[in-house]
């Protein structure tokens, strides 16, 4: 073990920092290194270096089988005082192990050959990842890759982003009410809007005043009189159908939650021979069937692209990351994206234009 300390601190190897998305990678993999066996280690010692060596720069093969001593001595040197800060609860790292772990979950969880949730299955559960990642090609672990690379710098699907909305977003507005309350003395009340997996809206009324230390917002004032305002603005942005019964279905917390159904902006459109929407004359269309028009060409599009037939275009994630899913020459000079519901006139017809 000094023979390999002493290599670690050589001034061949302090020459090669390791980059930040390597570090990302062991990092990623500490914890379970730090609990696994000897005879484990060794099989997330190849995952590692499978994963990590994407991450490296360019190099010759003998300074890559060096690149891989490093890994190995990071894990072995690792000490408690490196920890490095943790990332804000609302922002996300996305990693190769972290997309595989998502993309090949049934897999996973056969392989840990338990029940889902069990004691058993959390035991198994690390090798069996592992043990996929190794099984994987190098293909497949880059285009892995690229798709952390992706969903970290815009948005992960929306199934994700519903998973996400059900299961850690009440804890974490139930921290930030009670952290604004002990540090600045604040009470709120949260109205939140989420869509489903199943493309479902939910509509949320939030309450944690009465566990610290006060009464109960809902439960003393007439808060239902808010909500005619926020459906109305929930519609605009989901683009959903507000003309359905005002029956609604209470959450956990006992606040009342509506499942809003989704408005039809199916716009006919002939297609071409590989089954893609052709844009033709515009002239006769108002506004709103521009919008129309354009969220299914896109929406076709973007369905066609990710072989999804039922996926959502994800509007916020097209606007802040729009190279990501469409090439400069497919748009206007100067061109963006944007929610169709949320375009101007004019904004239509320069796209419609260029597209017909």
């Given at each position: 073990m000094a023979q390999s300390n002493s290599?670690?601190?050589?001034?061949?190897?302090?020459?090669?920092?390791?980059?930040?998305?390597?570090?990302?990678?062991?990092?990623?993999?500490?914890?379970?290194?730090?609990?696994?066996?000897?005879?484990?280690?060794?099989?997330?010692?190849?995952a590692v270096i499978k994963e990590a060596k994407m991450q490296a720069p360019k190099m010759d093969a003998q300074l890559l089988k060096k690149r891989k001593s490093m890994y190995r001595d990071w894990l072995y040197n690792w000490r408690a005082e490196k920890t490095p800060k943790k990332r804000s609860k609302f922002s996300k790292k996305w990693t190769t192990w972290l997309v595989i772990e998502h993309q090949y979950k049934k897999e996973i969880l056969e392989k840990t050959g338990a029940r889902p949730g069990g004691k058993e299955m959390i035991k198994h559960y690390q090798g069996a990842v592992n043990a996929i990642m190794a099984s994987l090609s190098e293909e497949q672990l880059d285009e892995a890759n690229t798709t952390a690379i992706e969903w970290s710098s815009s948005a992960p699907p929306t199934d994700i982003q519903a998973e996400f909305a059900q299961k850690k977003a009440p804890g974490m507005m139930k921290n930030l009410a009670t952290q604004l309350w002990r540090q600045a003395g604040m009470r709120i009340f949260i109205l939140s809007a989420w869509k489903t997996e199943e493309g479902e809206v939910r509509i949320n009324g939030i309450d944690f005043n009465e566990k610290l230390e006060g009464n109960s917002f809902t439960d003393t004032k007439d808060w239902k009189s808010m909500l005619p305002e926020w459906n109305a603005y929930v519609g605009e942005e989901f683009a959903i159908d507000r003309n359905n019964d005002d029956d609604g279905n209470e959450d956990a917390d006992g606040k009342e939650s509506r499942n809003p159904r989704r408005k039809k902006e199916e716009f006919t459109l002939e297609v071409d021979a590989y089954g893609l929407p052709v844009i033709l004359d515009i002239e006769p269309l108002n506004l709103e069937n521009k919008k129309s028009l354009i969220w299914t060409f896109l929406t076709k599009h973007y369905r066609f692209c990710s072989q999804k037939p039922k996926a959502s275009v994800p509007w916020s994630a097209v606007t802040e990351a729009q190279e990501n899913f469409i090439e400069p020459k497919f748009l206007p000079t100067g061109g963006k994206i944007k929610d169709p519901s949320k375009l101007q006139l004019h904004d239509a017809d320069w796209l419609l234009q260029f597209w017909h």
């Open positions: 290599s670690v601190h050589s001034p061949q190897k302090t020459k090669q920092k390791l980059t930040e998305e390597e570090l990302l990678v062991l990092q990623s993999h500490l914890e379970e290194w730090k609990e696994a066996t000897s005879k484990d280690r060794k099989t997330i010692l190849r």
